[in-house]
């Protein structure tokens, strides 16, 4: 028998236990069923502490805590899925440091964006193996810990991240869910690199993928729909809705000519539209409380109430644990760039009191002590 894909997340561990033994639970989706606490979702990993989507940033977040870890997905001119926030290399990696590629320096239009730099799509996933990842954020004092480990942890496949989170949860007795990104998918559709055939192959070549708890995110319409086309019958997946800012468009209805807006989106007949495809929507924090003049968090939205209406989970990102990326409410004295791991806390306390499903943040520990009242 098969449990619905709505049901994966509520029943915790025991329920996570009977996907990987191949037993599921008869259950028919009527709706999001919420999950028993709310799911601290790794944010490229533990990204505060170490270098982003590393096995050094993943270790840290499955450590301490995390539910699920996040590996964005972009593509190799070979056709491999790697583990990059971006397809511009430039800031999480040594590339800069390698004379061998320098004239691949590029400019190039993602998602109408103009970017200089060196993209994945341009090396073979040998060339990038012999690159090193590095903290992206820069700024005195700003994630001093996770530059130390600059140079040390090199780019990842999913296949790779697949098995060391197989490992992780064997070693640790408890199941780590995976949460990918498929990023751009119009941008490599037309680079001749589709990713959902290869992300759902991907899948399928992973006993641990195939069983473990995954929920497939994306900013884009279509992809998600056709993964769900692929991959909705499976018990262990669920697809994630990521909402951007307001007056901006999803890349592929861009590039279909539409008018769809984020904003539009976010209404109760857009939430509706998006629970045809989805289990769960996630804007971004400051679209369910908005932050005042005074830097302050205002009056919440209805998005969580109208989203749930319509049978989704609600997540949100992304919560991190520096003071410039804290409401005003919650900084200390320390300084712009300095960690405020209890105003942290409490910014996330804040918005878990107006029903939030899951959340993102770059420092699980501190989602952890947030969710289970530490």
């Not at 990696?93 to 060196?118: C, L, N």
């Not at 994630?143 to 991240?161: C, P, V």
């Not at 086309?229 to 499976?234: A, I, K, S």
């Not at 468009?249 to 861009?254: E, T």
């Amino acid at each position: 028998m098969q449990m619905a894909r709505r049901n994966i997340l509520a029943g915790g561990g025991a329920i996570a236990a009977a996907l990987l033994a191949g037993i599921g639970t008869s259950a028919r989706a009527t709706g999001a069923v919420r999950p028993v606490k709310p799911v601290v979702l790794g944010h490229r990993g533990c990204s505060a502490l170490r270098p982003e989507h590393t096995l050094g940033s993943y270790a840290k977040a499955i450590a301490d805590g995390a539910d699920f870890i996040e590996p964005d997905l972009v593509v190799t001119k070979d056709g491999v899925l790697v583990a990059r926030h971006e397809n511009n290399i430039a800031e999480t990696t040594d590339i800069a440091d390698h004379p061998e590629f320098a004239a691949r320096k590029t400019t190039k239009m993602v998602d109408g964006i103009s970017q200089t730099g060196w993209f994945t799509e341009d090396f073979t996933l040998d060339e990038l193996r012999a690159l090193r990842a590095r903290e992206r954020m820069v700024g005195e004092g700003l994630r001093t810990e996770s530059h130390s480990y600059d140079g040390m942890f090199r780019i990842l496949t999913l296949a790779e991240i697949g098995d060391f989170v197989a490992a992780e949860s064997a070693a640790r007795g408890r199941i780590v869910g995976l949460i990918p990104e498929i990023k751009h998918s119009t941008y490599f559709a037309a680079a001749g690199l589709p990713m959902e055939d290869r992300f759902a192959s991907e899948l399928a070549a992973s006993k641990y993928l195939m069983n473990a708890p995954i929920i497939v995110q994306s900013f884009e319409i279509a992809n998600l729909k056709a993964l769900r086309g692929q991959l909705g019958d499976r018990p262990n997946v669920q697809f994630m809705q990521l909402i951007d800012d307001d007056g901006l468009h999803p890349a592929d209805v861009l590039k279909a000519g539409g008018t769809l807006t984020y904003a539009e989106m976010m209404t109760p007949d857009g939430l509706a539209a998006i629970a045809t495809y989805a289990d769960w929507v996630a804007p971004w924090t400051r679209q369910l409380i908005p932050l005042g003049d005074d830097g302050k968090l205002g009056e919440p939205k209805a998005v969580i109430a109208d989203a749930h209406r319509c049978g989704l989970l609600v997540g949100c990102y992304t919560f991190r644990p520096e003071n410039q990326y804290l409401a005003a409410d919650w900084r200390n004295e320390a300084g712009v760039n300095a960690r405020n791991p209890e105003g942290s806390v409490a910014e996330i306390r804040r918005y878990l009191a107006e029903g939030l499903d899951g959340f993102f943040t770059d420092d699980p520990a501190l989602g952890r002590r947030a969710v289970d009242g530490a």
